[in-house]
């Protein structure tokens, strides 16, 4: 008799969201975790601590610059270990949330290394060597990913960090170098700058953010320089070296040319992340990752029976929220239900100011798929709100079927476009076309009314622009 129903290998938001939903089922299940605390990256070093940091960072820089303008005098002066401070709190409190959820939901956390040792077998090593032995019919890997490395490039954690040393830095830098100009790169890069660093960002490609609408990408490009972010775009890296009181980037033109040489206090390289699948004894079972780590899954079905992968550890967006997809059709599967993610409605955003969030396809996307296109665009420099708020930066763009009208994808850039997104992530799952926006009452002052100008637009009618 199997202990477990299912031994759940890692709890991020792809874990512990596949064992809440486990729980509902009434599957017995247990989740393995070598960290201190549940959560996983998101939790503890990612998502949620970088958005505590960017929250603070931003009222700092308003108190800062837009205060006055308002009308409120302040000369605001940092306490960053009252900024880390909170931003432990914050999390503290997120990963004690995931524990009471875990007992809520009856799953068991196993604690220590897990490894898979043949097929429904999981061995736990805990910090103190013990071994735990489950014996479990299902085994779902949700082990998440790690920052990638670049050779050359050593993360000391100290003056060359990752994205979890800059979530930590000990004082503002005078001068930081970002290798990477993709979400983790512009969203730390945008903490240390508000705070007072000379940031630069160095990246391979010729422009920023690879996978937003090259339209929205050029004008957030912009707003970011206009703000005081450096880029160096078509440049690579091709070394560090890190001293007592520095490092030295070599960085090359991609074109090709001389390369130079970038002084900083401190480096962040973020490039990308990779799937964290090494030591997990996928041998055992027969499983091969592929060339980058990543697990082959169809519909979270590995080549090995009952052994099922989900999150950053397969192929699809590294995104905490589909993971969390992931997680629900994979355990409603698991238990005969049909589980069912459309990757095609993960949305993505960037959580700088002004932020960046879109959803479905970009105008890239349908070009090269041959898709035809109509387009509607609205500026917040004519949204009423935004105009009031002294926050005018950007634009919502709506592509829509020029036979159908449905919608086929949305991007914003503007504050709060985070949360604007979830608004067309529900109209096209239902299918709306863009007129199905257009004709929905919006609460006027509201920036939403924007995306509905937007829809508008589709059809040229647009009313406020
Ligand atoms: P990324 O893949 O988004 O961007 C990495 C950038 O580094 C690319 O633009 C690439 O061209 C550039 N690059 C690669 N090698 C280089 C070199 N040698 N020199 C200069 N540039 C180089 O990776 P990032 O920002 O590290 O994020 C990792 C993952 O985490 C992504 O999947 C991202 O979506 C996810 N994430 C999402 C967040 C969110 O949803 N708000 C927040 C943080 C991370």
């Given amino acids: 008799m199997a202990q477990y129903d299912i031994v759940i290998i890692g709890a991020g938001p792809g874990g512990y969201n596949a064992a809440i939903r486990a729980g ?41 610059k837009d205060f006055a303008g308002l009308g409120i005098e ?40 897990g490894r898979i040792t043949g097929p429904g077998q999981v061995e736990v090593t805990a910090a103190d060597g013990t071994v735990t ?15 990638s490395g670049l050779p050359g490039v050593s993360v000391d954690q ?5 994205s979890t040393g ?22 730390l890069g945008s903490v240390w700058r508000r705070l007072g660093a000379e940031v630069t960002v160095v990246e391979y490609l010729d422009r920023i953010t690879p996978g ?75 499983i091969v990752p592929d060339k980058r780590g990543f697990i082959e899954t169809d519909h979270f079905r590995t080549s090995a029976p009952g052994i099922w992968a989900l999150g950053d550890a397969i192929h699809g967006p590294m995104l905490a929220h589909k993971a969390e997809e992931d997680a629900v059709a994979c355990v409603e599967l698991i238990a005969g239900k049909a589980g069912h993610v459309d990757y095609n409605l993960v949305p993505s955003v960037v959580y700088t100011a002004p932020e960046a969030a879109w959803v479905g396809k970009t105008e890239e996307q349908l070009k090269a ?15 009423s709100r935004a105009k009031v708020n002294h926050e005018t930066d950007g634009f919502v763009k709506v592509l829509a079927d020029p ?46 009314e924007a995306g509905r100008q937007a829809a508008m637009g589709v059809e040229g009618w647009t009313m406020q622009a």
């Fill in 158 to 162: 100290q003056r060359i960090v990752d």
């Fill in 212 to 286: 937003m609408d090259a339209e929205l990408a050029k004008t957030f490009q912009r707003g970011l320089t206009k703000q005081g972010m450096i880029f160096k775009l078509g440049a690579k890296v091709t070394g560090a070296k890190s001293g007592k009181s520095g490092v030295e980037v070599t960085v090359e033109p991609v074109a090709g040319g001389p390369a130079e040489t970038l002084k900083a206090d401190y480096v962040l390289l973020a490039i990308g992340r990779r799937p964290y699948t090494e030591g997990l004894g996928l041998e055992s079972v027969g």
């Fill in 74 to 113: 302040v000369s605001p002066k940092l306490n960053l270990a009252q900024m880390m401070a909170q931003k432990a709190e914050s999390v503290a409190a997120l990963t004690k949330g995931v524990e009471y959820l875990m007992k809520k939901n009856k799953a068991d956390w196993v604690k220590g290394r």
């Fill in 369 to 383: 798929d041959g898709i035809a296109y109509k387009s509607g665009k609205f500026p917040f420099s004519a949204n």
């Fill in 166 to 187: 800059a979530l930590s830095l000990p004082v503002v830098p005078k001068s930081l170098i970002v290798i990477g100009a993709g979400i983790i790169g512009l969203e």
């Fill in 133 to 147: 032995k489950l014996d479990t019919r299902n085994i779902i890997i949700a082990t998440g990913s790690e920052p």
């Fill in 403 to 448: 036979v159908t009208d449905e919608i086929l994808g949305v991007h914003i850039l503007g504050p709060q476009a985070g949360e604007l997104i979830g608004e067309y992530c529900v109209a096209m799952a239902f299918k709306a076309a863009s007129e199905d926006i257009a004709r929905v009452c919006h609460p006027h002052p509201t920036r939403s």
């Fill in 24 to 64: 509902q089922l009434g599957l017995k299940t247990a989740i393995v975790e070598m960290g201190p605390t549940l959560g996983g990256t998101c939790l503890n070093v990612g998502c949620m601590p970088s958005k505590a940091l960017l929250h603070a960072s931003e009222l700092f820089e308003a108190a800062n």
